[in-house]
């Protein structure tokens, strides 16, 4: 059983931080990409960022030069730095992992980023 469990949601002002957190536990190859989806109610989930275990990432352009992923292998840990935050930013930011070696997908549970005055 493969779970994700995120950290690090919450309220900011327009133009502060966060830093989000998720770590993987359970049975899982090493060929896998971690990363951040989210979703707005009555919206389909979009990819925020994700990155490989050898470090390649990939960003939506809507957060580029704000947000920075990254991750600690040795933790299977996924983090991501969020800055310049700003109201449309606000959804549920949920943790995902790819496993592509089994063909399989998991997902944490969601935490809240809410950006707002």
Known sequence: ??????????????????????????????????????????????????INRVGSTNYADSV???????????????YLEMNSLKPEDTDVYYCHLRDLLQARTYWGLGTQVTVSS
Do not use: H
Not at 37 to 47: F, T, V
Not at 64 to 78: E, L, P, Q, Y
């Open 1 to 50: 059983q493969v779970q994700l469990v995120e950290s690090g949601g919450g309220l900011v002002q327009p133009g502060g931080s966060l830093r989000l957190s998720c770590q993987a536990s359970g049975i899982f190859s090493g060929i896998n990409v971690m990363g951040w989806y989210r979703q707005a109610p009555g919206k389909e989930r979009e990819l925020v960022a994700n």
């Open 64 to 78: 580029k030069g704000r947000f920075t992923i990254s991750r600690d292998n040795a933790k299977m840990t996924v």
